[in-house]
């Protein structure tokens, strides 16, 4: 199926493809606030590690293959696990800073000269920054590092907590290559995602004719330059940065249904909240970043581009505008329709399994994201439904997940400029 993306221009994409990076980091910022309060701050770490650890192996390797930088086996350097972190969710340009140094193929160091997580985190207290910074931190790092080679270890210079408080750059480490290092493998949860629709989903490959950059097989560079690379790679690297999310979140549902044993109303709950929470402020990066009207023509626009529905070929769906004369809901005009059928994403148990008519939540996030006064209502099955765009006389408040995920600095954070240029051994 094509892709959603495929009807953006290439400026267009090279705007959107780092809102959604930047999205991807965000959806931990929606689900643990719910864990916390649900299992303690400790088991929120542990479904953090979970989360990462069983998906970024997935999805780095993904992106690798997408964009012809996979290496052959055992020859996997650090310039490798640099582009990686440049496309990963984890590392989202700008908010996350990551700053790069080569030696040489098989030493490296990188630093975060912002860290956007860190000053989310830090208000919280310094047992929070530890959590993240170390018990979660030291597992995922080298869980990533060995999709490309299970002998890298990325350890740390200097971390948080900041002494001083005010301590740049925020962090420091070094990622080092070496056939005597234990070989680190995969946790057992990776096995499971593996196995998921969204890990084995095949996207059309890049065209190589295409105007632009097709691949990422050239030098590593400080910052990328998405307006560089051709438009057909950039609804692949899109589309690919999609599955990142969706692989992520299957991770955190397995984590979380570890936790929640046989109350599958609590694990409902935690999984829809996130979602609603992440859903609003996508939609509102997505509205932002695009210059979409604020109407129901724009809410239907970020619907057919939102995470949540992408890819194509992973969540089946279809979006019809309103028409004149059209057909009429309570009185209100029915102002467009998305339906949604039974998909890879629907058997994967993915985000769109928490929608349908009994969790409308997370839909009305979406639109009321570009105008509040929007608000959908859903007929039909948990696999098969189809929601109705309607216009209320009254604006609906901010729902309380969008609210806390738009604590984190992220979701008001804007992108800079920046010169993309090479970056060559210091050794």
């Given at each position: 199926m094509p892709s959603r993306y495929a009807a953006l221009s290439r400026d267009e994409l090279a705007a959107l493809v780092p809102e959604l990076l930047l999205i991807?980091?965000?959806?931990?910022r929606s689900g643990m606030a719910w864990c916390i309060g649900a299992f303690g701050r400790e088991q929120m770490a542990q479904i953090a590690i979970e989360e990462w650890a069983a998906s970024s192996p997935i999805y780095t390797r993904r992106m690798q293959d997408a964009l012809g930088y996979a290496p052959a086996p055992g020859e996997g350097d650090?310039?490798?696990?640099?582009k990686g972190l440049q496309l990963d969710i984890g590392a989202p340009p700008q908010f996350m800073d990551f700053r790069y140094t080569v030696h040489d193929r098989w030493n490296g160091e990188f630093h975060l000269d912002h860290c956007g997580a860190l000053l989310d985190v830090e208000p919280m207290g310094p047992d929070y920054v530890r959590s993240m910074c170390h018990d979660i931190e030291d597992p995922t790092f080298d869980a990533t590092a060995v999709a490309t080679n299970p002998h890298a270890q990325v350890r740390p210079l200097h971390r948080p907590p900041r002494v001083p408080a005010d301590r740049r750059p925020h962090c420091a480490w070094t990622v080092r290559i070496d056939p005597s290092h234990p070989p680190v493998a995969a946790i057992e949860q990776c096995a499971v995602i593996a196995e998921s629709r969204a890990?084995?989903?095949v996207l059309d490959p890049i065209d190589p004719a295409d105007e632009g950059q097709a691949d990422y097989t050239g030098p590593l560079v400080s910052d990328l330059d998405f307006?560089?690379?051709s438009?057909?790679?950039?609804?692949?690297?899109?589309?690919e940065v999609c599955v990142q999310m969706h692989l992520l979140n299957l991770a955190f549902v397995l984590a979380v249904r570890a936790r929640a044993g046989a109350d599958e109303g609590l694990l409902r709950t935690i999984t829809t909240r996130q979602l609603?929470?992440?859903?609003?402020?996508?939609?509102?990066?997505?509205h932002r970043a695009l210059a979409l009207p604020s109407d129901a023509a724009g809410a239907l626009r970020v619907l057919e581009l939102h995470p949540l529905l992408n890819p194509a070929s992973y969540v089946d769906a279809t979006l019809e505008p309103g028409t004149p004369g059209g057909p009429v809901l309570g009185g209100d005009p029915v102002l467009g329709?998305?339906?949604?059928?039974?998909?890879?994403?629907?058997?994967?148990?993915a985000w769109i399994s928490r929608c349908g008519p009994g969790s409308i939540a997370p839909l009305q996030a979406i639109v009321r994201a570009v105008d509040p006064h929007l608000d959908v209502e859903v007929v039909g099955t948990d696999e098969d439904w189809v929601a109705r765009l309607i216009e209320r006389a009254q604006p609906a408040p901010v729902a309380d997940e969008v609210?806390?995920?738009?604590?984190?600095?992220?979701?008001?954070?804007?992108?800079?400029p920046r010169r993309s240029l090479p970056i060559t051994p210091v050794g």
């Amino acid at each position: 199926m094509p892709s959603r993306y495929a009807a953006l221009s290439r400026d267009e994409l090279a705007a959107l493809v780092p809102e959604l990076l930047l999205i991807g980091q965000l959806i931990d910022r929606s689900g643990m606030a719910w864990c916390i309060g649900a299992f303690g701050r400790e088991q929120m770490a542990q479904i953090a590690i979970e989360e990462w650890a069983a998906s970024s192996p997935i999805y780095t390797r993904r992106m690798q293959d997408a964009l012809g930088y996979a290496p052959a086996p055992g020859e996997g350097d650090v310039v490798t696990i640099f582009k990686g972190l440049q496309l990963d969710i984890g590392a989202p340009p700008q908010f996350m800073d990551f700053r790069y140094t080569v030696h040489d193929r098989w030493n490296g160091e990188f630093h975060l000269d912002h860290c956007g997580a860190l000053l989310d985190v830090e208000p919280m207290g310094p047992d929070y920054v530890r959590s993240m910074c170390h018990d979660i931190e030291d597992p995922t790092f080298d869980a990533t590092a060995v999709a490309t080679n299970p002998h890298a270890q990325v350890r740390p210079l200097h971390r948080p907590p900041r002494v001083p408080a005010d301590r740049r750059p925020h962090c420091a480490w070094t990622v080092r290559i070496d056939p005597s290092h234990p070989p680190v493998a995969a946790i057992e949860q990776c096995a499971v995602i593996a196995e998921s629709r969204a890990a084995r989903l095949v996207l059309d490959p890049i065209d190589p004719a295409d105007e632009g950059q097709a691949d990422y097989t050239g030098p590593l560079v400080s910052d990328l330059d998405f307006a560089e690379f051709s438009h057909c790679a950039l609804v692949r690297i899109a589309d690919e940065v999609c599955v990142q999310m969706h692989l992520l979140n299957l991770a955190f549902v397995l984590a979380v249904r570890a936790r929640a044993g046989a109350d599958e109303g609590l694990l409902r709950t935690i999984t829809t909240r996130q979602l609603t929470g992440i859903a609003g402020v996508a939609a509102a990066r997505i509205h932002r970043a695009l210059a979409l009207p604020s109407d129901a023509a724009g809410a239907l626009r970020v619907l057919e581009l939102h995470p949540l529905l992408n890819p194509a070929s992973y969540v089946d769906a279809t979006l019809e505008p309103g028409t004149p004369g059209g057909p009429v809901l309570g009185g209100d005009p029915v102002l467009g329709e998305l339906s949604v059928r039974e998909s890879a994403a629907t058997h994967d148990g993915a985000w769109i399994s928490r929608c349908g008519p009994g969790s409308i939540a997370p839909l009305q996030a979406i639109v009321r994201a570009v105008d509040p006064h929007l608000d959908v209502e859903v007929v039909g099955t948990d696999e098969d439904w189809v929601a109705r765009l309607i216009e209320r006389a009254q604006p609906a408040p901010v729902a309380d997940e969008v609210a806390v995920t738009r604590i984190s600095g992220g979701a008001g954070f804007e992108f800079e400029p920046r010169r993309s240029l090479p970056i060559t051994p210091v050794g």
